[in-house]
Nanobody, 123 residues
Framework: QVQLVESGGGWVQAGGSLRLSCAASGRTASSYAMGWFRQASGKEREFVAGVTWSGRSTYYADSVKGRFAISRDIAKNTVYLHMNSLKPEDTAVYYC????????????????WGQGTQVTVSS
C-alpha cells in the first residue's frame, strides 16, 4: 500500500510560479513511477508530467513542456512539480499518482492517488 499526500497548491497570478509536493509513504513507495495529473472543472483528468522510479527519465504533456518540471527526491520519498509561467488554463485540481509498472500518461493505469490540491491562476 502506498499513501500519497499533495501540498503546495494555491492562488497565483498569470506568469507566476508554484511548487507542488507529493509525499509518498509505504514500504515500496520509492520503487513506483510517479505522475502528476490535473482535472479542471467539467473536463477529463489529463496527464501533466511523469518520472520514473529512478528519477532519470521524465515526461511532459505538450501543454506544459518548457514551463513545468517534475523531479523526485528518493531519500525523502517526495515528488515535486515545479510550475513556472503559469496560465489561467493551468487552473485545476492537481493529483499525484503512483504506478508499479513504469511511467504512463494514462491515468487509469495508476495504482494509487493523492487527494489532490487546487491550483488557481488568475489573469
Amino acid at each position: 500500500q502506498v499513501q500519497l499526500v499533495e501540498s503546495g497548491g494555491g492562488w497565483v497570478q498569470a506568469g507566476g510560479s508554484l511548487r507542488l509536493s507529493c509525499a509518498a509513504s509505504g514500504r515500496t513507495a520509492s520503487s513506483y513511477a510517479m505522475g502528476w495529473f490535473r482535472q479542471a472543472s467539467g473536463k477529463e483528468r489529463e496527464f501533466v508530467a511523469g518520472v520514473t522510479w529512478s528519477g532519470r527519465s521524465t515526461y511532459y504533456a505538450d501543454s506544459v513542456k518548457g514551463r513545468f518540471a517534475i523531479s523526485r527526491d528518493i531519500a525523502k520519498n517526495t515528488v515535486y512539480l515545479h510550475m513556472n509561467s503559469l496560465k489561467p488554463e493551468d487552473t485545476a485540481v492537481y493529483y499525484c499518482a503512483a504506478r508499479a509498472r513504469g511511467s504512463s500518461p494514462h491515468w487509469v493505469e495508476y495504482d494509487y492517488w493523492g487527494q489532490g490540491t487546487q491550483v488557481t491562476v488568475s489573469s
